[in-house]
């Protein structure tokens, strides 16, 4: 059994539980397979007694990879989802971040997690990606995000009209500073920081969120994920900003955007005990009253 180890880097307060992950993979014949700016973060401290390997690219991930850690935030995991790309490689967070919504293991929880893959009792959860589709080439080979596509005006520029069409037919004309396309994972990120309704993973819908809105009467609403998004710019400046997850493009306002579901669906790993649920309460406190 292989399992591919992803981190954008590991804080000296964290190598005694990195060390320890490494430990229990080897205790049980798995082979890690360490991104290659972690591995050289790591190597000449690191003592593995059994085979491994590196990769620096999706290519180099093969159908012999059970799963795919993830060690940081859910910005960390975020990454991995242009890692594996269509593969279909699981993918498991590990929190060294400090939320934790989507990477909800806890670094205590290392030895029971290993234990569980190896006897792969657990859930795979299956999360939509939206898909961006333009007239020029943005985001390279991976024009898709887990959480969220954004339009937003640039630093402290004036707030744009993005008209706004649903299988070409006008929706709306947003006057704010920007606006989000999230799926249902995204909804609990950017999306509710600007007022957005919480939506459960499965779904099938994205949530449209406007950002600082100069109307009082728009608000987010809920569309069916087989839905054709398209956009229309209209702005003071020429650039405005293009974001998928935590990645950004700058477009002008001649570009033609649009947005639909993806094609193929990326797995997320979780224990049994947790659930969407429990995440929300204990994550986002979700119900929380000192009253009871």
């Not at 293991?105 to 961006?132: F, P, T």
Request: net charge negative.
């Amino acid at each position: 059994m292989k399992i591919a180890i992803y981190s954008r880097g590991i804080e000296q307060e964290q190598v005694k539980d990195f060390h320890l992950l490494i430990e229990k993979l080897v205790a049980n014949n798995i082979e890690p397979v360490f991104y290659q700016d972690l591995f050289n973060q790591f190597y000449s401290s690191l003592t593995i007694d059994s085979k491994y390997s590196t990769f620096n690219s999706s290519n180099e991930l093969d159908e012999h990879i059970e799963c795919m850690i993830s060690l940081g935030g859910d910005g960390t995991l975020l990454d991995t989802v242009t890692l594996v790309k269509d593969s279909g490689i699981p993918v498991l967070g590990i929190n060294y971040g400090r939320l934790g919504f989507l990477a909800n293991i806890g670094r205590e929880e290392i030895h029971s997690v290993i234990d569980a893959i190896v006897n792969r009792k657990y859930v795979l959860e299956k999360r939509s990606l939206i898909h961006l589709d333009a007239n020029i080439s943005l985001f390279g080979e991976t024009p898709y995000a887990l959480n969220e596509f954004s339009l937003h005006k640039k630093d402290s520029s004036p707030m744009i009209k993005i008209h706004t069409y649903l299988n070409g037919e006008f929706l709306n004309t947003y006057w704010a500073d920007g606006l989000i396309v999230a799926t249902p994972t995204g909804s609990t990120g950017y999306s509710l920081s600007c007022n957005g309704p919480v939506v459960f993973p499965d779904s099938s819908s994205f949530v449209i969120t406007p950002v600082a809105p100069h109307n009082l009467n728009v608000r987010p609403i809920i569309v069916p994920d087989h839905t054709i998004i398209s956009f229309e710019i209209e702005g003071r400046t020429d650039g405005f900003l293009c974001t998928l997850d935590s990645r950004r493009e700058i477009v002008t306002k001649e570009i033609q955007l649009a947005v639909k579901k993806e094609s193929f669906d990326i797995n997320l790993i979780r224990m049994n005990e947790n659930n969407f649920l429990q995440t929300l309460r204990n994550k986002l406190s979700w119900g929380l009253d000192k009253r009871n």
